[in-house]
């Protein structure tokens, strides 16, 4: 890596990576209960694909954020 | 030769051509040949990653879970979008540590973290004996896919010799190089095969998905959601959130993380991996579709659906090409596991028995072990009996139990002892074997407990007695082993210093 990227570490807007998990954890008994399909899928299927789905753009963001974090504060060491 | 025998012949030829190419230009030592000289860039790890979603357990067991239970097999797509959101934060940390130390196999990292050689032969039992079934599970996936993909043509025996017999080759060769080039090939016919039959198949013979769904809740009400027992909720809860802790726990997917040439690999791969594991989405689409198509499977025979419906519906030459990419999900990740278990054995059961031996002996003895691990899967893939099946009900519990004392190493200070890993593992593996060997379930155990308590997966409880345990232990040891530190880090100042860093 070059010298301009600063270490990385934990920061506040870390907490992003426990929305999917928590929400296909916590969504499951609620998800189960709707009986009728949705856009032509079970509705539990249609909850975990879309947190599936949630995951990646998380991490995608956090990815963002930890690229620019690190850049600026490289930058101004 | 029939067309499909042709087509699986030539991928079996290609997979092994490349690996064989993959070995090019570099010199074999133990680094280069377990962890490709740890200078994979992102696309190699998530080749080898990508691994884990796509074994022959997923492409026969998803389609057969699909079919066989229904809305209980979505928990395959569950666990690992979890495991990779702990991942962006967990594997650079592994991944520093392994670099820094240069470790070379799993249990490398219990041995330096908790400076215990005998908790590293601890932990490489336990993984040996949870890579040893999980391969045979992949030969014999091989061979019923082989067989069934050439309409009989070959038989399964034959199928898994094949196939074990190019892998300690290609393995003995090419080692870790070698499953990432023939992982590049495999993940190509997932896409086009796996991928093309799942949204094929439901709009050939239902004419669309939501028309599916709903002829199968039609034909079988309650089909695809979770039932009130059994496969509840919580079954469902508790399930995926054991398996996304053992997931990094296999050994050969934590030695993977060593193969990283930095650790913005793992970030990379965070947010790519989540979107493949979705190709497991058309796997159960496939075993749906085959619910009203070819009903009757039952039992273990359910895995079966895939292939059937294939066979019902296509002709020899895709019948080929779905044989082909069921052979790779087979060899892919049975060299990752051959090359981890034949590493394990060399580095940390060989290696502390005999001291001071070469660097070069280590590395000369782990690919000696490949042809002799092969082979007694071979044996128990052709023969085994029930033993075989409970250490694969078994095998992620097992690596499950690893998980605490890996997350409790990662701070900067060490809190537990090794004495205590020690233990908690012991007592967590014990109470696997014994919960599996007998069939409990927390409804036996707790015979008054709510429902939603009863149908909780029992691999809980293992993993929390092992914390227990480990804590127990820890307490009653940690005051010995502080002063111990304290000596150790008064007379070489360099180790404290590079701990906490």
Same mark, same amino acid.
């Given at each position: ?77 | ?7 699986? /012949? ?27 000289? +740890? ?29 066989? +239970? ?88 034959? /199928? ?25 090939? @495999?993940?190509? %016919? ?21 028309? %599916? ?6 034909? @079988? ?12 909720? /919580? ?124 660097? +070069? ?29 409970? #250490? ?15 997350? #409790? ?44 308590? @009863? ?47």
């Amino acid at each position: 890596m070059a010298n301009s990227v600063a270490p990385f570490r934990l920061r506040r807007y870390h907490w992003i990576a426990i929305v999917p998990p928590v929400a296909m954890i916590a969504g499951v008994p609620f998800a189960n209960r709707v009986h009728t399909l949705v856009l032509g899928l079970p509705f539990l299927l249609l909850w975990i694909v879309g947190c599936v789905v949630l995951a990646a753009a998380c991490m995608a963001l956090l990815y963002a954020l930890d690229h620019r974090a690190t850049t600026e504060a490289g930058a101004r060491q | 030769m029939n067309v499909a025998l042709a087509i699986i /012949a030539f991928f079996f030829a290609v997979a092994i051509a490349l690996a064989l190419l993959a070995r090019r230009g570099h010199e074999m030592s133990l680094e280069q040949w377990s962890l490709g000289g +740890r200078g994979f860039g992102a696309i190699f790890v998530f080749l080898l990653m990508a691994g884990e979603i796509y074994t022959t357990f997923t492409f026969l067991g998803g389609s057969g879970w699909a079919y066989g +239970r229904g809305a209980p097999a979505l928990y395959i797509l569950c666990y690992g979008a979890i495991a990779y959101c702990m991942s962006y934060f967990l594997l650079p940390v592994i991944w520093r540590y392994a670099r820094d130390r240069r470790l070379v196999s799993q249990a490398d990292f219990f041995v330096e973290k908790y400076e215990s050689r005998a908790l590293g032969v601890l932990v490489a039992g336990v993984s040996v004996a949870a890579l040893v079934p999980y391969l045979v599970l992949q030969l014999k996936g091989l061979g019923i896919i082989v067989s069934e993909a050439s309409f009989g043509s070959v038989r399964p025996s034959v /199928a898994v010799w094949a196939g074990a017999i190019a892998l300690m080759i290609y393995v003995v060769i090419s080692g870790v190089r070698g499953s990432a080039w023939t992982a590049a090939l @495999k993940d190509v %016919m997932i896409l086009g095969v796996a991928v093309g039959i799942g949204i094929y198949l439901p709009l050939h013979y239902y004419g669309g998905y939501g028309e %599916m769904f709903a002829r199968i809740e039609a034909a @079988k009400p309650g089909f695809l959601t979770l039932p009130d027992h059994g496969s509840s909720p /919580a079954w469902f809860i508790s399930t995926v959130l054991l398996s996304a802790l053992g997931f990094y726990m296999w050994p050969q997917y934590f030695a993977s993380v060593y193969t990283a040439k930095n650790e913005d690999v793992f970030r990379k791969n965070a947010m790519v991996l989540p979107l493949y594991q979705l190709v497991v989405l058309f796997v159960f689409l496939t075993g749906f579709a085959a619910v009203l198509v070819v009903p009757g499977l039952t039992g273990s025979d359910a895995d079966l659906s895939l292939l059937r419906i294939s066979r019902n519906t296509f002709g020899a030459p895709m019948l080929g090409l779905i044989g082909a990419a069921g052979l790779l999900t087979a060899l892919v990740p049975g060299s990752m596991i051959l090359i981890s278990a034949a590493t394990i054995i060399a580095q940390n059961v060989y290696r502390p028995l005999v001291p001071g031996v070469t660097e +070069r002996r280590v590395s000369v003895l782990a690919r000696a072990m490949v042809p002799i691990i092969a082979l007694v899967a071979v044996v128990l893939a052709l023969r085994g009996g029930s033993a075989i099946v409970n #250490l694969l009900l078994m095998g992620y519990n097992l690596v499950t139990q690893l998980f605490p004392a890996v997350v #409790l190493s990662l701070g900067r200070r060490r809190v537990m002892t090794a004495a205590g890993a020690f233990a908690g593992i012991v007592a967590g593996v014990a109470t696997v074997a014994y919960v599996s060997l007998s069939g409990t379930t927390l409804a036996t155990l707790l015979p008054w407990a709510p429902d939603a308590v @009863k149908d909780l997966n029992v691999g809980l409880v293992a993993l929390m007695v092992n914390v227990a345990v480990f804590a127990l232990v820890t307490l009653a040891t940690s005051k010995r082993s502080a002063s111990r530190q304290a000596a150790a880090a008064a007379s070489v100042p360099f180790t404290s210093a590079e701990h906490s860093r």
